[in-house]
């Protein structure tokens, strides 16, 4: 692990353009998720949405995955790990703080349950779309343990970059080297202490939003301590190069995403994205046909 002290310029910051409350969404009686879609989803391209999930015992038997990324970061005090299997033959045990990132590029299956059955798995899972140009590439599957993963002080915050560049370094995450990374995105896992401040250095270019974990959020006269996503003035609109995250009494932990936008059309399907709709009749035929493999169920809801 690499870790790098550094203090950011007093400059001006984005301004905040929304908080929204991230709504609740029960899979079964154990298994839920706040969640966050937004519309134009272009606001958070290429990002497409995130699951902020609680997952106690198994739920999600083998399903299809094309034209998009489903990734899986846990929170480091997340009380269990996941199992993540593929039809690709990889079997992994996620562990807390750790991330596993499915690239599905032309169709991959998967299936994701509690590494221990009743030690919940507590942490995001990430849908990133891919260029027109890679979605038909061979799927892959990139793992960063939490130990590898560069982490500094900036402010008066602790930032573990997850994926990207640690902010105000040229030292990134192991995923940034492997040249099979197709959608290169930052994401920055935040702890601000209490009452503390941080601005973080975000490319004017990048669209960037923050998911609520833990603590106290301040925006303005308003103290926020619920599941929320705040997004900034998009890519477009901002020449400002910082954000700001402001901790209240309690502290504050979440991640940042940003990224640069892909500006392609978005035609979403299930499990499936694609630039049009033919792209998601091939996801489904291949599916049908046997092209993305085959993964048996570890278990049953009977």
């Not at 990324?69 to 480091?76: D, K, M, R, V």
Request: glycine residues 8%; negative net charge; proline residues 8%.
């Amino acid at each position: 692990m690499t870790t790098t002290t550094t203090t950011q310029p007093a400059l001006d910051v984005r301004p905040i353009a929304r908080v929204s409350e991230m709504p609740f969404h029960a899979f079964d009686a154990k298994t839920f998720a706040h969640m966050l879609r937004v519309e134009p989803s272009a606001l958070i391209d290429p990002f497409l949405g995130i699951d902020a999930f609680n997952m106690p015992e198994c739920y999600f038997l083998p399903h299809p995955h094309g034209g998009m990324s489903a990734i899986t970061l846990l929170f480091e005090d997340s009380p269990g790990g996941v199992r993540n299997r593929d039809s690709m033959g990889d079997d992994s045990h996620i562990e807390a703080g750790d991330l596993h990132w499915t690239q599905a590029g032309k169709g991959i299956i998967h299936e994701e349950t509690p590494s221990e059955i009743g030690q919940a798995a507590v942490g995001l899972q990430i849908f990133v779309n891919m260029a027109k140009d890679k979605k038909y590439m061979d799927a892959a599957v990139f793992k960063v343990k939490r130990a590898d993963m560069p982490k500094g002080r900036v402010d008066d915050a602790t930032v573990v970059a997850v994926a990207g560049a640690l902010p105000g370094t040229e030292t990134r995450s192991p995923i940034d080297s492997d040249p099979r990374w197709a959608t290169p995105v930052g994401l920055l896992d935040v702890t601000v202490d209490p009452n503390g401040q941080v601005r973080l250095p975000i490319p004017t270019d990048h669209n960037v939003f923050f998911i609520w974990h833990a603590g106290d959020l301040v925006v303005g006269e308003q103290t926020v301590s619920q599941p929320v996503s705040v997004l900034w003035a998009g890519a477009t609109q901002s020449e400002v190069p910082f954000i700001q995250l402001q901790a209240g009494a309690a502290g504050l932990r979440g991640v940042v995403f940003h990224g640069k936008p892909l500006n392609e059309p978005v035609f979403p399907h299930g499990p499936f994205t694609g630039n049009t709709k033919q792209d998601i009749v091939n996801y489904i035929q291949a599916y049908q046909d046997g092209a993305m493999g085959a993964l048996d169920p570890s278990f049953s809801r009977n």
